[in-house]
């Protein structure tokens, strides 16, 4: 069974604790990408990652956004969002249709 995790900032991600998700804390880039990857290979099928975290280590979430699993998947911060998200679902919306229905 694949389990779930979040990765971000403390201030952002301490409440998933809460709902039972693992909660990884993470700053900076470098620590980001090796703890992604240590999480994918830790059967983890779902990661939440916030927009801002992301920002700094897209080419990581591009190399498993090619693989069924794990799915990452963006969330805003406790700062706000930064509309990454929203972006990725147009352009997998549009990639699917054909055209931007949203």
């Given at each position: 069974?694949?389990?779930?995790?979040?990765?971000?900032?403390?201030?952002?991600?301490?409440?998933?604790?809460?709902?039972?998700?693992?909660?990884?804390?993470?700053?900076?880039?470098?620590?980001?990408?090796?703890?992604?990857?240590?999480l994918a290979k830790?059967?983890?099928?779902?990661?939440?990652?916030?927009?801002?975290?992301?920002?700094?280590?897209?080419?990581?979430?591009?190399?498993?956004?090619?693989?069924?699993?794990?799915?990452?998947?963006?969330?805003?911060?406790?700062?706000?969002?930064l509309n990454m998200?929203?972006?990725?679902?147009?352009?997998?919306?549009?990639?699917?249709?054909?055209?931007?229905?949203?």
């Amino acid at each position: 069974m694949y389990k779930i995790a979040v990765i971000g900032d403390k201030d952002s991600v301490s409440i998933f604790k809460v709902l039972g998700i693992d909660v990884v804390i993470s700053y900076e880039a470098d620590d980001a990408r090796n703890k992604i990857d240590k999480l994918a290979k830790d059967d983890y099928g779902v990661i939440f990652i916030t927009e801002e975290l992301a920002s700094k280590v897209e080419e990581t979430i591009e190399r498993y956004n090619r693989q069924v699993i794990p799915a990452i998947i963006l969330i805003p911060s406790n700062q706000g969002t930064l509309n990454m998200a929203m972006d990725k679902i147009n352009e997998n919306v549009e990639k699917a249709v054909g055209s931007n229905i949203l």
